[in-house]
């Protein structure tokens, strides 16, 4: 059974700085993985989505890398902003059209 | 551009009641995934529907069923509704193998 967990559980940094949150996998034979965020209360805002064949992907501020074989991935956050204030979630897809499983996800606050 | 949309957004039910929960997906979307998520929880897959069959199913208790529609929106009915169902739920759609999006979710209490 996949499991997805994440570290840290929390992370306060003040505004600028760079950051790594990161993702495991238990099982490696996954289809691809999603980078999301999630504002309290609210609904999952996809941030990234890298297939299995692919390192990382790029979007902004935002990269997301993916080491299969050693079932890990990274969202590296640069200049971070108050705004990226929120609950980063990794969830992997474990086969062709099939559901993801979710991380407990990171929450981080960005400190004017 | 169009987005996953849910109805309610908000739902009160007391014990035992029956609920139904609705989905639009995003046009040309062929898949529907149903999540719940309690409070401090991280979302939990229920069930999933492809082309209106039902494709996946996860933690879905047998007092809920859902189907998928010809117009491809997706219901999740939920019955005997106990306090332990209070959560957000969320739908989210894709085509077959792409990124998934998911709707605002439908908050539902149960008192």
């Given at each position: ?112 | 551009?169009?987005?996953v949309i849910q109805s309610p957004r908000?739902l ?7 609920a139904t929960l609705k989905c639009y997906p ?6 529907v995934?149903w ?31 859902a189907q998928q529609f010809?117009?491809?929106h997706s219901e999740l009915n ?11 739920y969320?739908c ?11 709707g605002?979710?439908t ?5």
């Amino acid at each position: 059974k996949q499991e997805v967990t994440q570290i840290p559980a929390a992370l306060s940094v003040p505004e600028g700085e760079n950051l790594v949150l990161n993702c495991s996998f238990t099982d490696s034979a996954i289809y691809n993985l999603q980078w999301f965020r999630q504002d309290p209360g609210k609904g999952l805002t996809s941030l990234l989505l890298i297939q299995s064949s692919q390192r990382e992907q790029t979007s902004g501020r935002l990269n997301a890398s993916l080491d299969k074989s050693s079932g890990r991935s990274t969202l590296y956050i640069a200049a971070s902003q108050p705004g990226d204030s929120a609950t980063y979630l990794c969830a992997v897809r474990r086969g062709y059209g099939q559901n993801f499983v979710f991380g407990p996800g990171t929450r981080l606050s960005v400190l004017p | 551009a169009a987005g996953v949309i849910q109805s309610p957004r908000h739902l009160i039910k007391e014990k035992r009641e029956t609920a139904t929960l609705k989905c639009y997906p995003i046009p040309r979307h062929d898949t529907v995934y149903w999540y719940q998520q309690g409070p401090g929880q991280d979302p939990q897959f229920l069930i999933s529907f492809y082309e209106k069959m039902q494709s996946d199913k996860g933690s879905i208790p047998d007092r809920f069923s859902a189907q998928q529609f010809s117009d491809y929106h997706s219901e999740l009915n939920m019955s005997s509704l106990e306090l332990g169902d209070s959560a957000l739920y969320f739908c989210a759609s894709s085509e077959r193998t792409e990124e998934q999006y998911f709707g605002p979710g439908t908050r539902l209490t149960v008192t």
